[in-house]
């Protein structure tokens, strides 16, 4: 029997004006942006690229985006280990609100709610 090779899961990051993202699937990013189309030209392209490995497999990241999600701009104050790694994966950034510290979600955290249907 052949083993199943996996899929990982990566939100690509365009160098464009409009910071355009994409989600492609692959054993790994060359292979993922291959399997989606892509030319090996199209590396110089990208601004960069985030493994979304953990979120996909955690059970407290997507739930903690969504909740960040949901406060908007007054930012969210809970949770700050999986904050931290979301923020370490871009999809939520830090900012400061008077004494109050805490995270908000990126253009990149919000694209990936929809894109992956992470909403509950």
Not at 3 to 32: C, M, S
Not at 47 to 60: C, N, R
């Amino acid at each position: 029997m052949a083993k199943k090779i996996e899929q990982n899961t990566y939100a690509l990051v365009w160098k464009t004006t409009d910071r355009k993202f994409e989600v492609v699937r692959g054993v790994d990013p060359a292979a993922a942006m291959t399997s989606a189309g892509y030319g090996a030209g199209a590396v110089g392209a990208l601004d960069y690229y985030v493994d979304l490995g953990p979120l996909l497999h955690s059970k407290i990241m997507p739930k903690t985006l969504l909740e960040a999600a949901s406060f908007g701009d007054s930012g969210y104050y809970w949770k700050r280990e999986a904050c931290a790694k979301l923020a370490r994966m871009c999809l939520l950034e830090t900012f400061s609100k008077g004494a109050y510290k805490g995270w908000k979600i990126t253009p990149l955290g919000s694209f990936l709610i929809t894109e992956l249907k992470l909403e509950s």
